[in-house]
Protein backbone atom coordinates (compact mmCIF):
# COMPACT_ATOMS: atom_id res chain seq x y z
CA UNK A 1 0.00 0.00 0.00
CA UNK A 2 1.32 3.36 -1.10
CA UNK A 3 1.90 5.74 1.97
CA UNK A 4 2.15 9.56 1.42
CA UNK A 5 3.05 12.02 4.19
CA UNK A 6 3.71 16.05 4.04
CA UNK A 7 6.39 16.85 6.62
CA UNK A 8 5.66 20.32 8.57
CA UNK A 9 8.16 21.79 5.49
CA UNK A 10 6.19 20.90 3.19
CA UNK A 11 8.51 17.75 2.05
CA UNK A 12 6.45 14.69 0.82
CA UNK A 13 7.19 11.50 2.07
CA UNK A 14 5.73 8.40 -0.59
CA UNK A 15 6.44 4.97 1.13
CA UNK A 16 5.58 1.30 -0.48
CA UNK A 17 6.49 -1.43 1.58
CA UNK A 18 6.95 -4.43 0.03
CA UNK A 19 7.38 -7.43 2.26
CA UNK A 20 8.94 -10.02 0.05
CA UNK A 21 11.40 -7.29 -1.61
CA UNK A 22 15.10 -6.66 0.19
CA UNK A 23 16.30 -3.88 -1.69
CA UNK A 24 15.23 -0.32 -1.30
CA UNK A 25 14.98 2.81 -3.66
CA UNK A 26 14.81 6.01 -2.32
CA UNK A 27 14.88 9.13 -4.81
CA UNK A 28 14.64 13.00 -4.63
CA UNK A 29 11.91 14.06 -7.07
CA UNK A 30 12.56 17.96 -8.10
CA UNK A 31 9.36 19.28 -9.23
CA UNK A 32 11.33 21.78 -12.22
CA UNK A 33 12.89 20.77 -15.28
CA UNK A 34 13.52 21.73 -18.55
CA UNK A 35 9.83 23.30 -18.57
CA UNK A 36 11.24 25.87 -15.66
CA UNK A 37 13.68 26.99 -17.82
CA UNK A 38 13.90 30.12 -19.85
CA UNK A 39 15.71 30.47 -23.41
CA UNK A 40 18.98 31.79 -21.82
CA UNK A 41 18.51 29.10 -18.73
CA UNK A 42 18.31 26.51 -21.09
CA UNK A 43 20.18 23.40 -19.84
CA UNK A 44 20.22 24.52 -16.13
CA UNK A 45 18.52 21.89 -14.52
CA UNK A 46 20.69 19.30 -16.47
CA UNK A 47 23.62 21.18 -15.00
CA UNK A 48 23.14 21.09 -11.64
CA UNK A 49 22.11 17.16 -11.93
CA UNK A 50 25.64 16.77 -13.84
CA UNK A 51 27.01 19.13 -10.90
CA UNK A 52 25.86 16.98 -7.73
CA UNK A 53 27.83 14.34 -8.84
CA UNK A 54 31.28 16.06 -8.21
CA UNK A 55 31.14 16.59 -4.97
CA UNK A 56 30.37 18.44 -1.59
CA UNK A 57 32.02 20.08 1.06
CA UNK A 58 32.65 16.39 2.78
CA UNK A 59 33.35 14.46 0.25
CA UNK A 60 34.63 14.72 -3.99
CA UNK A 61 33.44 12.89 -6.95
CA UNK A 62 35.49 9.63 -6.12
CA UNK A 63 34.71 9.58 -2.30
CA UNK A 64 30.69 9.54 -3.54
CA UNK A 65 31.23 6.76 -5.84
CA UNK A 66 33.19 4.85 -3.76
CA UNK A 67 30.75 5.12 -0.81
CA UNK A 68 27.98 3.84 -2.60
CA UNK A 69 30.01 1.25 -4.40
CA UNK A 70 31.16 0.00 -1.15
CA UNK A 71 27.92 -1.49 -0.25
CA UNK A 72 26.65 -2.24 -3.39
CA UNK A 73 24.45 0.98 -4.38
CA UNK A 74 23.56 2.15 -7.08
CA UNK A 75 23.00 5.94 -7.63
CA UNK A 76 22.03 8.38 -10.72
CA UNK A 77 20.04 10.91 -11.32
CA UNK A 78 18.00 12.21 -14.73
CA UNK A 79 16.05 15.37 -15.84
CA UNK A 80 13.19 15.65 -17.53
CA UNK A 81 10.74 18.60 -19.20
CA UNK A 82 8.68 17.90 -15.73
CA UNK A 83 10.87 17.22 -12.99
CA UNK A 84 14.39 16.32 -12.16
CA UNK A 85 15.08 13.35 -9.69
CA UNK A 86 18.66 11.25 -8.14
CA UNK A 87 18.51 8.27 -6.83
CA UNK A 88 19.77 5.18 -5.25
CA UNK A 89 19.10 1.74 -5.40
CA UNK A 90 20.62 -0.30 -2.17
CA UNK A 91 19.80 -3.17 0.12
CA UNK A 92 17.36 -2.49 3.00
CA UNK A 93 20.12 -2.22 5.42
CA UNK A 94 21.99 0.45 3.67
CA UNK A 95 19.28 2.48 3.38
CA UNK A 96 20.06 5.27 6.20
CA UNK A 97 23.63 5.37 4.83
CA UNK A 98 22.15 5.77 1.10
CA UNK A 99 19.92 8.56 2.62
CA UNK A 100 22.72 10.38 4.44
CA UNK A 101 24.81 10.34 0.88
CA UNK A 102 21.92 11.02 -1.10
CA UNK A 103 20.97 14.13 1.04
CA UNK A 104 24.44 15.10 1.12
CA UNK A 105 24.73 15.39 -2.04
CA UNK A 106 21.44 17.18 -2.60
CA UNK A 107 22.32 19.88 -0.18
CA UNK A 108 25.58 20.05 -0.13
CA UNK A 109 27.23 20.22 -3.65
CA UNK A 110 30.15 22.53 -4.08
CA UNK A 111 29.82 23.66 -6.97
CA UNK A 112 33.42 24.40 -7.77
CA UNK A 113 34.49 26.32 -10.55
CA UNK A 114 36.68 23.67 -12.31
CA UNK A 115 34.67 21.54 -11.96
CA UNK A 116 31.35 23.91 -13.53
CA UNK A 117 33.79 24.62 -16.58
CA UNK A 118 34.80 20.38 -16.73
CA UNK A 119 31.06 19.30 -16.80
CA UNK A 120 30.43 22.02 -19.31
CA UNK A 121 32.73 20.18 -21.69
CA UNK A 122 31.33 16.86 -20.68
CA UNK A 123 27.43 18.30 -21.76
CA UNK A 124 28.50 19.95 -24.40
CA UNK A 125 29.72 16.06 -25.51
CA UNK A 126 26.90 14.84 -24.39
CA UNK A 127 24.80 16.89 -27.01
CA UNK A 128 26.77 16.33 -29.57
CA UNK A 129 25.99 12.55 -29.07
CA UNK A 130 22.02 13.28 -29.31
CA UNK A 131 22.45 15.42 -32.36
CA UNK A 132 24.43 12.71 -34.09
CA UNK A 133 21.54 9.77 -32.84
CA UNK A 134 18.23 9.71 -35.24
CA UNK A 135 15.70 8.65 -33.06
CA UNK A 136 16.99 11.21 -30.50
CA UNK A 137 17.08 14.26 -32.86
CA UNK A 138 13.41 13.25 -34.22
CA UNK A 139 11.69 13.82 -30.51
CA UNK A 140 13.79 17.28 -30.48
CA UNK A 141 12.18 18.41 -33.86
CA UNK A 142 8.75 16.86 -32.81
CA UNK A 143 9.18 18.71 -29.58
CA UNK A 144 10.02 21.81 -31.41
CA UNK A 145 7.08 21.34 -34.34
CA UNK A 146 4.70 21.10 -31.45
CA UNK A 147 5.32 23.21 -29.14
CA UNK A 148 7.56 26.00 -30.74
CA UNK A 149 9.10 28.66 -28.79
CA UNK A 150 8.02 27.68 -25.64
CA UNK A 151 10.37 26.12 -22.81
CA UNK A 152 9.16 22.49 -23.60
CA UNK A 153 9.63 22.94 -26.85
CA UNK A 154 13.34 22.97 -26.19
CA UNK A 155 15.81 20.34 -25.86
CA UNK A 156 16.42 19.11 -22.32
CA UNK A 157 19.91 19.22 -22.23
CA UNK A 158 20.13 22.79 -23.87
CA UNK A 159 21.96 23.64 -26.61
CA UNK A 160 25.66 24.32 -27.07
CA UNK A 161 25.44 28.29 -26.93
CA UNK A 162 22.81 28.07 -23.71
CA UNK A 163 25.15 25.84 -21.93
CA UNK A 164 27.96 27.97 -22.83
CA UNK A 165 26.45 31.08 -21.80
CA UNK A 166 25.73 29.32 -18.32
CA UNK A 167 28.58 31.03 -16.80
CA UNK A 168 30.45 32.13 -13.64
CA UNK A 169 30.42 31.12 -10.12
CA UNK A 170 27.25 29.44 -8.77
CA UNK A 171 25.26 31.65 -6.31
CA UNK A 172 21.68 30.56 -6.61
CA UNK A 173 19.26 27.96 -8.54
CA UNK A 174 15.80 28.42 -7.55
CA UNK A 175 13.98 25.44 -7.98
CA UNK A 176 10.24 25.62 -7.99
CA UNK A 177 7.89 23.31 -6.76
CA UNK A 178 8.45 21.53 -3.12
CA UNK A 179 11.77 23.01 -2.58
CA UNK A 180 12.00 25.87 -0.08
CA UNK A 181 13.98 28.65 -2.30
CA UNK A 182 15.21 30.01 0.65
CA UNK A 183 17.23 27.05 1.58
CA UNK A 184 17.41 25.28 -1.24
CA UNK A 185 18.59 27.25 -4.21
CA UNK A 186 21.25 27.15 -6.71
CA UNK A 187 21.78 29.13 -9.61
CA UNK A 188 24.30 30.03 -12.89
CA UNK A 189 24.40 33.56 -13.62
CA UNK A 190 23.53 33.87 -17.57
CA UNK A 191 25.88 35.87 -19.76
Same mark, same amino acid.
Request: aromatic share 8%; charged share 25%; glycine share 6%.
Given at each position: ?7 ? @? ?18 ? %? ?5 ? @????? /? @? ?9 ? !? ?6 ? $? ?13 ? @? $? +? ?15 ? $? ?9 ? +? !? &? ?18 ? &?????? $? ?11 ? +?? /? ?24 ? %? ?9 ? !????? /?
Amino acid at each position: MVQCKTLP @NGVRIVTEEMAHVHSTSIGI %WINAGSR @NETAK /E @NGIAHFIEHML !FKGTDTMN $AQDIAVRFDRFGGHV @N $A +FTSKEYTCFYTKVLERH $AEEAVSLLTDM +F !F &RSEFLEEEIERERQVIIEEI &RMVEDT $ADDVVHDLLDVAA +FG /EHSIGRPILGTEASINHLRGKIYSIL %WSGNIDQRTSS !FQLPV /E
